[in-house]
């Protein structure tokens, strides 16, 4: 299955489970290529009027490790290749080859998902050690550079994680230091969405008052 297949399977799936709240606030956390598939949901859902509550819903993501362009020493397409090294060891140069000229690393999707950057809060996870497992050494599979979108403070959080590219999302225990670094911004994001929600819903209680009363009410919240 292709990644606009995959894509749109997830937002299907989604618009399943969310008919009882399609308003509920949403959060995508996304590790390594799955981020990507979110980026292609997100373009998918402002295309198709039957997924626009997911995409008005999104209130953040979180991204693991997630190569959004090229690193400092590689270009997006040799890292995604890199990618599938660390996870499918037994990839055969012919997938190599086939993965880094998919449309799932193209200029349009690039371009596609900038216009949507400035309507979500984001949490970027990078990770700060090489990978060295199975007899492969990769190095940083996906450097700061290509895991960061390079947004301002207000919009992206970029996160530096003492671990490598598969370990990035893995957690020891609850007292694991990166764990309460995670989890405490995810923590952070939640609670910042909430928030969002319960002042759009007081200004849509506003909209649908009396002429006066909803004009006593600003005044007074002013």
């Known amino acids: 299955m292709g990644v606009r297949e995959q894509a749109m399977n997830l937002l299907n799936r ?125 190095g940083l599979i996906v450097d700061k550079k290509s895991a960061t979108l390079g947004l301002p403070g207000t919009r992206e959080l970029p996160v530096g994680l003492d671990a490598d590219h598969d370990e990035i999302c893995k957690f020891s225990s609850a007292e694991d230091d990166a764990y309460e670094q995670v989890s405490g911004n995810l923590a952070h994001l939640v609670s910042q969405a909430l928030q969002s929600k319960a002042e759009q819903e007081k200004l849509a209680n506003l909209a649908v008052l009396p002429g006066n009363a909803a004009h006593e009410s600003v005044s007074m919240s002013v």
Do not use: W
């Not at 989604?14 to 606030?25: E, F, G, I, N, S």
């Not at 997006?76 to 990839?91: E, H, K, N, Y």
């Open 14 to 138: 989604l618009m399943l489970k969310r008919r009882t709240a399609a308003k509920r606030p949403i959060i995508f956390v996304a590790h390594s290529l799955g981020g990507i598939i979110v980026k292609r949901a997100l373009v998918e859902a402002k295309l198709n009027e039957t997924y626009s509550s997911i995409r008005t819903s999104t209130y953040g993501i979180a991204f693991f490790g997630t190569p959004h362009q090229g690193g400092n020493h590689a270009g997006l397409g040799d890292i995604a290749a890199t990618v599938c090294r660390a996870v499918r060891r037994d990839a055969s140069n012919t997938f190599m080859e086939a993965l880094k000229r998919d449309s799932l690393f193209s200029n349009e999707l690039i371009e596609d998902f900038k216009h949507q950057l400035e309507d979500y809060h984001i949490l970027s996870f990078y990770e700060t050690k090489p990978f060295k497992k199975h007899g492969l050494k990769l």
